[in-house]
């Protein structure tokens, strides 16, 4: 009996297998078209002053709409990016969207707004990435000090030394660094120290409980970390004033969440800047919260 299941089992296994790589290999040729046939968009969202609104910078996100499948989520098409090949031609894709953009910003005379992209692991290993990035801001005529990316913890601790150099880099032509999805890594200090990066994201799994029985150990020590190094702080994923209020009082006073603004598209992302580019943070419950 025991045999018989165990070739079952094998057989299923076998049988998923070959349907995952099929069904992978199905989306990738349709990820190589949406990058190629403008069916990929970006969306931003804001990243604010927690005290005041004022809107600092806008994190770009992508977005897939398939005909087929609806909007893909970025955390299914990235890993598809990643295991075929494609993620050099997203990443591209991704910084000149962005790129141009801000350009168009800058073509009505919009007050100027850092924008964050994201890099992947694989695409801040490929060699030439930084002559890519390079050739992309000066086709756009893109202020490099207006640029930040992102690279999360756990992609840096993979091979800290060759992140640190080709990070260096990015920052000698003026671009910032920011370390996404902290403290989910357990980077040693030793290591936060020896990166060239100019602001930490505390992860949003380390929001999350605060004001609902977490005590907020987590993102005090990231913030705690973050004023030791002397980098700048920014909270992921804030959706309640409990948080908000907290971390205020930390002294994290930046932050990103759906308490303020869900990543907005490209139209409403316009609106908010003409505007004036500031969002409502008072609710008037806020002094109802336990201080
Ligand atoms: P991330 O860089 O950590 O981006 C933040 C994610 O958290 C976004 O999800 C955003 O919509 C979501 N979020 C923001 N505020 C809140 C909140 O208050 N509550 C909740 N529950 N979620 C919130 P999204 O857009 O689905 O992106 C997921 C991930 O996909 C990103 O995480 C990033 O790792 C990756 N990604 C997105 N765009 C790109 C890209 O252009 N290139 C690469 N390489 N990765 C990307
Ligand atoms: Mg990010
Ligand atoms: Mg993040
Ligand atoms: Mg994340």
């Not at 910003?105 to 707004?113: A, G, H, I």
């Not at 930046?254 to 316009?270: H, I, N, R, W």
């Amino acid at each position: 009996v025991a045999k018989g299941r165990g070739r079952n089992c094998f057989e299923f296994y076998r049988h998923r297998m070959r349907s995952d790589a099929d069904a992978r290999l199905k989306l990738s040729g349709r990820l190589r078209k949406a990058i190629e046939g403008g069916q990929l968009h970006l969306n931003y969202q804001p990243q604010v002053d927690m005290r005041t609104g004022e809107v600092r910078g806008l994190e770009a996100l992508v977005r897939w709409r398939d005909e087929e499948h609806g909007i893909v989520s970025p955390v299914d098409f990235v890993a598809v990016a990643e295991a075929s090949g494609l993620v050099t031609a997203l990443g591209e894709w991704v910084l000149r969207a962005a790129c141009q953009q801000a350009a168009v910003w800058r073509e009505l005379q919009l007050v100027p707004v850092p924008i964050s992209v994201n890099v992947s692991p694989l695409q801040l290993q490929r060699a030439d990435i930084v002559a890519t990035f390079q050739r992309v801001l000066r086709e756009t005529g893109t202020d490099p000090a207006l640029l930040e990316l992102e690279v999360t913890e756990t992609a840096l601790m993979k091979n800290p030394e060759a992140s640190a150099r080709r990070l260096a880099e990015f920052r000698r032509l003026g671009m910032r660094v920011a370390i996404d999805d902290f403290g989910m890594g357990y980077s040693s200090l030793g290591q936060l120290r020896a990166l060239p990066v100019d602001r930490i994201k505390i992860d949003r799994a380390f929001v999350r409980g605060i004001g609902a029985g977490d005590s907020g150990a987590i993102a005090t020590a990231v913030v705690t970390l973050a004023n030791a190094f002397g980098l700048a702080v920014i909270a992921e994923g804030v959706e309640t004033q409990a948080q908000r209020a907290f971390l205020v009082g930390l002294g994290c006073v930046e932050a990103q969440g759906f308490l303020f603004s869900k990543p907005l598209d490209a139209d409403a992302a316009t609106r908010l800047l003409m505007q004036g580019a500031v969002l409502p943070v008072a609710t008037g419950h806020e002094h109802r919260g336990r201080h």
